[in-house]
């Protein structure tokens, strides 16, 4: 079975300054792909983004960066220059290429950013 | 498009009653599912369906009830509502295919059971 594991479960930081969210990730698969979420405090999920597990580019998106390293099992999740607006909970999960679309979510992150 | 759809947004339940939450989509996604969110416990996936008439159960089944009937729709009934079934519930949709995508999901419906 898989598992995906989110050591922080909360962080704090100050407005500006950078942060880096951590993922570890098992699964004896090796077609997979991991995904981030947000669910700022209104509730909803929102996607950020999609790796698969034979694309280690890393990604950058604006503020965001995902740093994917098979050899660690780990997609983390860096947030440059942090704002009060990415206060939010941040899940990583994993699905199996051969399970369909079930994932498999790691506990989530609270993130607080303070101005 | 709407998107995904989840009435009631909250529910009050007593112990033993039973109840329908329900999930509609308008994107012609295959793929529905259930999750509960906990704390501390990210999402699990409780049932989930890729295709009208097809179902199956995920990681924490027990006490749940689901039908697909048409590809819009996915309601999920418990039968006899429990304490430990007090969480939030979020449905979700997406494409099946060769390429895995984003799942899309509703806003969610927190229920109390007492």
């Known amino acids: 079975a898989q598992k995906v594991t989110q050591a922080q479960t909360e962080i704090s930081v100050v407005e500006k300054e950078d942060v880096t969210l951590d993922c570890v990730y098992e699964t004896r698969d090796t077609t997979y792909y991991l995904f981030w979420y947000k669910q700022p405090p209104s509730g909803e999920l929102v996607f950020l983004i999609r790796r698969n597990s034979f694309d280690e580019q890393n990604e950058i998106s604006g503020r965001y960066s995902w740093n994917f390293q098979k050899s660690t099992s780990s997609f983390n999740f860096t947030i440059t220059a942090s704002q009060v607006v990415d206060s939010a909970v941040y899940f990583c999960a994993l699905t199996l290429y051969n399970a369909g679309n079930m994932l498999t979510f790691g506990g989530g992150t609270r993130l607080m950013v303070k101005p | 498009n709407a998107g995904v759809t989840q009435t009631p947004k909250f529910q009050v339940l007593k112990t033993g009653q039973s109840m329908t939450l329900q999930c509609a989509q308008d994107?012609?996604?295959?793929?529905m599912s259930w999750y509960r969110q906990d704390p501390g416990m990210g999402l699990r996936l409780i049932h989930y369906s890729v295709g009208a008439g097809i179902t199956d159960q995920g990681e924490v089944p027990n006490g749940y009830n689901v039908s697909r009937s048409t590809t819009e729709d996915f309601p999920l009934r418990l039968l006899s509502a429990a304490p430990s079934q007090t969480s939030v519930y979020f449905c979700?949709?997406?494409?099946?295919?060769?390429?895995?995508?984003?799942?899309?999901f509703g806003p969610g419906t927190r229920l109390t059971v007492t």
């Open positions: 979700a949709s997406s494409y099946l295919g060769p390429e895995m995508s984003e799942q899309y």
């Open positions: 994107m012609n996604h295959e793929y």
